[in-house]
């Protein structure tokens, strides 16, 4: 048994042992720690998410449904191997399982069959929903799983558990299935390697965008005041559509908007597609150095 890590450990620990990681909007806090205790935590459980697709699961997990408030986990695993942290306390994520599973999970001993439901899963579980149909059919990249086997070898590192306090769903709750596609057992056993080595270090920082990304239709409104829009500018001058009297400046303007619809004819766009306004699919085509 273990105080559950606060949010900054839990960071720590993930990035220390070489996942990417990405919180998501307020996590620190989101939680449903008012609905009943969390802690003592004994362990970690992985789950499938029955959805495809990693922004659609993310917000799944941190919203939650009309009949399940979110956080449904701690973390959602996506296929490329990103953890992204939806919540940090009670999680609806575990549910109702057996007490003798919860018991050999606390003496690291061989589990048995769950058969009961009759334990406060998410009072002693952290959860990681991991991004699959649960099909059978849908791939558990290889990415994927190893960001599985690290986020489970991270807290028990972090606790000093050994890999049999790191269970699937399937094992504590009886009529429940996930995850599916690979074995628990075969998981265990990869933590196991793990945590007899070091942990790999913070994975390194991604390099610096060469071009500016694309900042969302939304940015170029009047007020507007940014490098950015300098920097567009004077790409609009340099592919010759530049209908600009004085700059280009910051402060978004109707020439910026003449300029970026000359821009978008020259693409061949039209009519309602050729506006002024910036598009994803032109904004990555004019090439905006990074500033």
């Known amino acids: 048994m273990a105080t559950p890590l606060s949010a900054d450990r839990l960071l720590k620990a993930l990035r220390d042992e070489g996942l990417r990681v990405v919180e998501h909007r307020s996590w620190r806090t989101h939680n449903r720690n008012h609905k009943g205790p969390w802690g003592p935590v004994n362990g970690v459980m992985i789950h499938h998410t029955v959805t495809s697709g990693t922004s659609g699961s993310v917000e799944l997990c941190y919203n939650g449904h009309s009949s399940l408030p979110g956080p449904l986990c701690h973390g959602v695993i996506a296929k490329d191997g990103t953890v992204y ?7 609806n994520h575990a549910g109702l399982g057996d007490d003798d599973v919860l018991r050999a999970v606390v003496n690291e001993t061989a589990l048995p069959a769950d058969n009961e439901a009759n334990t406060d899963g998410n009072r002693y579980f ?3 929903e991991c991004v699959n149909l649960g099909d059978g059919n849908d ?3 290889a990415a994927q799983l190893e960001a599985i086997e690290k986020a489970s070898a991270a807290i028990c590192r972090a606790h000093g558990w050994s890999q049999r306090s ?5 094992e504590w709750q009886p ?24 942990p790999d270090g913070p994975p390194a920082p991604p390099p ?18 940014s490098a950015i829009v300098t920097a567009m500018g004077r790409r609009l001058v340099a592919e010759g559509c530049g209908r600009y009297q004085v700059g280009p400046g910051p402060s978004w303007s109707e020439a910026d908007r003449a300029s970026y619809a000359a821009w978008q004819r020259k693409l061949g766009y039209s ?13 990555d085509r004019l090439k905006v150095p990074n500033v």
């Open 126 to 128: 952290y959860g990681f």
């Open 166 to 170: 790191v269970i699937g769903h399937k």
């Open 271 to 283: 009519g309602s597609d050729a506006d002024g306004i910036p598009g994803k699919t032109s904004w």
């Open 208 to 225: 610096a965008p060469r071009y500016e990304p694309f900042p969302g239709a939304a940015f170029f409104q009047v007020g507007r005041s």
């Open 175 to 198: 009529g429940k299935v996930d995850p599916r596609g690979f074995t628990m057992d075969a998981m265990r056993e990869r933590i196991r390697q793990r945590l007899g080595g070091s």
């Open 85 to 91: 942290l939806v919540g940090n306390g009670r999680a």
């Open 139 to 141: 791939p558990w990249p």
